[in-house]
């Protein structure tokens, strides 16, 4: 006997009243000069997070973890693009918390 699956009649609702805008991808992301930056920072760190939590170091590193080369101040707060000292290693996690913090504190 074969049992028979239902498809949901219900299609996915969006219930946010504020819908956050589209994420583009800046060129600079696809620049040699980018590419030549994050593979500088990446290999500062040695591949592993540089995120510090109540004085304790991730441990986060590659290559069983992606590695994002992060700009300390967000280039659209006016960081240097392709300054060393304005780059940091973050693991995924570390990252889109960092981020998400930079553009709330824009808002």
């Not at 939590?53 to 069983?64: I, L, V």
């Amino acid at each position: 006997m074969k049992l028979a699956t239902i498809r949901p009649n219900l299609a996915a609702f969006d219930g946010r009243r504020v819908k956050a805008p589209a994420k583009t991808a800046a060129t600079i992301y696809q620049s040699p000069e980018f590419r030549a930056w994050r593979e500088t920072v990446i290999t500062r760190a040695a591949g592993q997070c540089e995120a510090v939590n109540n004085g304790a170091r991730c441990r986060k590193a590659q290559p069983r973890h992606r590695m994002f080369a992060d700009h300390k101040i967000e280039l659209t707060d006016g960081g240097a693009p392709f300054d060393p000292d304005n780059g940091q290693c973050l693991c995924g996690a570390h990252h889109s918390a960092k981020t998400f913090a930079a553009r709330a504190g824009r808002r």
